[in-house]
């Protein structure tokens, strides 16, 4: 594996780790925090540990081979959800503390034997293996007696609906040990609401729906658990997730953040600036805003204070690249796979769409970065200090193999996302055989150079054991893909479960009433609502289920609203705008789990580290509002008479979106900053503000006045330039007259 500067223990200040090992306790705490998404129960024995691992591989294993030989999507969805809630069971603990809630812990005072003495993070109780054993065969039920249900479609027998409700009720109890209770108890009134419908108001009032049928659109169908959610992780999401599993595993995540340090640590501000671009690159590949912001804060963040950023800043500086992550193509938290399903698109289209504004989103964050170096005068590391930038990239080039296999075949061969995933995974189970042993080798070969060896008799049993190193890597990568998969196995089934109701009772038509009403049918104002509805769902969702939740309810809203009021939106506009919510959620306080993660590595308040992160990723939230009205951002240029997206393929007038868009967004990033070459005072922030907002949408001028759009932002520009400059030369006599004083 190569060399990591930071792999030996020492920093590049020449001394310890400093925060990243003194601060052992806080990276312990984040770790926990992380694990919500892996599992917290880690068995002693070596019986249950071994099932699990067993569990683990198996499914890794089972996905593997059903990309290669697809089965009946109904039969694989079944051995999906149940390897995910056998799993969930067996290492997810019915409560998080080592000791048992306060309930048992009262009866014990009355009777001392009540309930298992025993941690419930290192043991697993018997209840759990029936649960687990239990919960899987009613999801493998589907496979079991899968002739019959087809035979009998829509008149489901009594074990029918037996299997039905035991399988909703250990889903909904499975999620809500993965993912909290938030997604649990949506899923709870949403199927209340399938029963109680004859019940409500008027406005949100349907005939109700008897259990059986009930049973058969949630669970014998594929319009409910068994839907496209369900469907989309078994066909994609598993392979991308177990791709970056096994490229974390084979080292190459250490490698990015190498990378970044030996390219921008000798600049000011440049520990920030390389968390942002380290954490771009997990992102790349990375479902988890939270693993993000643990796997690379836990060496960028006390790095960022050591320069001299405060703990709070440094945190959310982690926590605003980890987010922004998620947005990245080509797998933005899984959501792109679902979204092309939903929508019914090619996967590469969702891409295409969310490329320009994920990049100058990052292109921005790093600006804000840049930003708070000037203003809090942040010293660079010296470059004596740091890798050198060729050495360290050519030490790890290989994996770039896999990677740029995946780009390939996506975007050059225009395969399929699974042909492309698994043959991107073939490619790194290749590097990962032979790392290890090449390394060994050149090693030897160094070393035998150098004549502290004489002959080639240790070469076999070291280039052996460095070949049976990387075959453990590949099983540890298949271990963490399934642990990583857990989490959004349940939380897909649990999000198909609201899909099922919403399309069983017609709610969308209800809640395009309900939000028309509210808003007053203004579209600025119900986007605004909607914008909130997805941050606070966000907060106890994860990204994905948020996603689905509100693709399923909202996008649909404003695309009619939208029309009603005489604007176009396209489907792929309003899909995005919720998905952006959804992700910021994960820093937005008072929940935001991956800003708790960060300030447990910087020891800062977490309330403070969210609120600070969320000021970094305002640049982000306003992105929803500009695209959605200014598509030119997302390369569409309009609709045909038919719906179909028309769209931008002239490089030169995509070219010029991206310029004025990255310009805009700068502008916007100074104005909330407070900093631009200078100090600005509340009318250059104005100024800013203006300035960016023309050149987000200039039809607001242009239109008016008769004039060009492209006139408009060419001032807007102009303007923006004259600025700088006017504040720079303000400065820079400012500083001769301090000097001279």
Request: charged residues 15%.
């Amino acid at each position: 594996m190569p060399p990591s500067f930071f792999s030996s223990g020492d920093n590049v200040f020449g001394g310890e780790m400093s925060d990243a090992t003194q601060g052992e306790e806080s990276v312990l705490s984040a770790d926990e925090i992380a694990a919500a998404e892996t599992g917290a129960r880690t068995p002693k024995g070596r019986i249950w540990g071994g099932i699990i691992v067993g569990l683990c591989v198996a499914w890794s294993v089972f996905q593997l081979w059903i990309a290669q030989n697809p089965i009946d999507s109904f039969i694989s969805r079944s051995w999906h959800l149940g390897f995910a809630l056998a799993l969930v069971f067996l290492a997810f603990p019915a409560y998080n503390q080592h000791e048992p809630p306060g309930f048992i812990r009262a009866f014990r005072k009355l009777w001392p034997g009540f309930g298992t003495h025993k941690s419930n993070r290192d043991h697993i109780p018997l209840i759990d293996v029936a649960l687990a054993i239990i919960a899987s065969g009613a999801s493998l039920y589907i496979w079991f007696d899968n002739e019959g249900i087809i035979s009998r479609q829509g008149l489901p027998e009594p074990r029918d609906v037996w299997f039905g409700v035991v399988l909703i009720v250990l889903l909904l109890e499975a999620t809500r040990r993965a993912l909290g209770s938030a997604l649990s108890i949506l899923a709870l009134v949403f199927i209340a609401y399938l029963f109680l419908g004859p019940w409500l108001p008027e406005i949100l009032r349907h005939r109700g729906i008897p259990l059986d049928f009930a049973i058969n659109d949630l669970y014998l169908s594929t319009s409910g658990i068994f839907g496209i959610p369900l469907g989309v992780s078994v066909g994609f999401v598993y392979l991308f997730v177990l791709f970056g599993s096994l490229l974390d595993k084979a080292g190459a995540g250490k490698y990015f953040i190498d990378i970044a340090f030996a390219g921008l640590g000798s600049y000011r501000g440049g520990p920030a600036k390389a968390a942002v671009v380290a954490s771009g690159l997990n992102g790349l590949v990375s479902g988890s805003s939270i693993a993000n912001t643990v796997t690379t804060g836990t060496f960028t963040i006390p790095l960022m204070k050591k320069v001299g950023l405060p703990a709070h800043k440094a945190g959310a500086v982690e926590v605003a690249a980890s987010t922004n992550g998620q947005l990245m193509p080509p797998i933005m938290g899984a959501a792109a796979f679902i979204m092309a399903e939903i929508i019914g698109i090619p996967y590469l289209d969702v891409v295409r769409a969310a490329l320009i504004p994920a990049v100058i989103s990052y292109l921005a964050l790093f600006y804000v970065v840049h930003l708070e170096a000037l203003k809090l005068d942040l010293k660079p590391i010296p470059k004596d200090q740091l890798p050198k930038m060729l050495k360290t990239f050519l030490n790890g080039i290989y994996y770039l193999v896999p990677l740029l296999a995946l780009i390939w075949f996506l975007v050059i061969e225009r395969r399929s996302a699974i042909f492309s995933a698994l043959t991107a995974v073939e490619a790194l189970a290749v590097v990962m055989l032979l790392q290890r042993p090449i390394i060994a080798y050149l090693g030897l070969a160094a070393q035998k150079r150098a004549g502290n060896i004489s002959d080639d008799a240790a070469l076999g049993p070291i280039i052996g054991a460095a070949f049976l190193d990387g075959l453990k890597d590949i099983w540890e990568g298949l271990i963490a893909g399934a642990r990583n998969m857990m989490p959004i196995g349940v939380a897909t089934a649990s999000a198909g479960i609201i899909v099922g109701v919403v399309t069983s009772t017609g709610l969308v038509g209800r809640f395009v009433t309900l939000i028309n009403v509210v808003s007053f049918g203004n579209v600025t104002l119900m986007l605004i609502l909607t914008a909130i509805t997805s941050l606070i769902l966000g907060m106890g969702l994860p990204t994905t289920a948020n996603y689905i939740l509100m693709a399923t309810l909202t996008a649909p809203v404003i695309v009619q609203l939208g029309g009603d009021a005489g604007l176009v939106f396209p489907l792929i506009a309003a899909h995005l705008f919720v998905f952006y919510f959804g992700i910021l959620a994960d820093d937005t306080p008072p929940v935001g789990l991956a800003a708790y993660a960060a300030s447990a590595i910087a020891r800062s308040d977490p309330i403070k580290t969210g609120i600070q992160g969320f000021t970094y990723d305002m640049r982000t939230a306003i992105l929803p509002f500009v695209f959605i009205f200014n598509t030119e951002l997302l390369m569409i240029s309009g609709l045909t008479e038919s719906g179909d997206v028309i769209w931008i393929s002239d490089p030169i007038k995509l070219a010029w979106v991206f310029a004025v868009a990255l310009a805009a967004l700068f502008a916007f990033a100074a104005a909330t900053q407070g900093f631009f070459a200078d100090d600005c005072g509340w009318p250059e922030r104005a100024l800013l503000l203006v300035l960016a907002i023309l050149m987000f949408r200039p039809s607001l001028l242009s239109d008016p006045i008769g004039v060009p759009r492209v006139l408009v932002q060419a001032v807007g520009l102009a303007l923006m330039v004259g600025l700088h400059f006017m504040q720079k030369r303000r400065r820079s006599r400012r500083e001769e007259l301090g000097a001279t004083a």
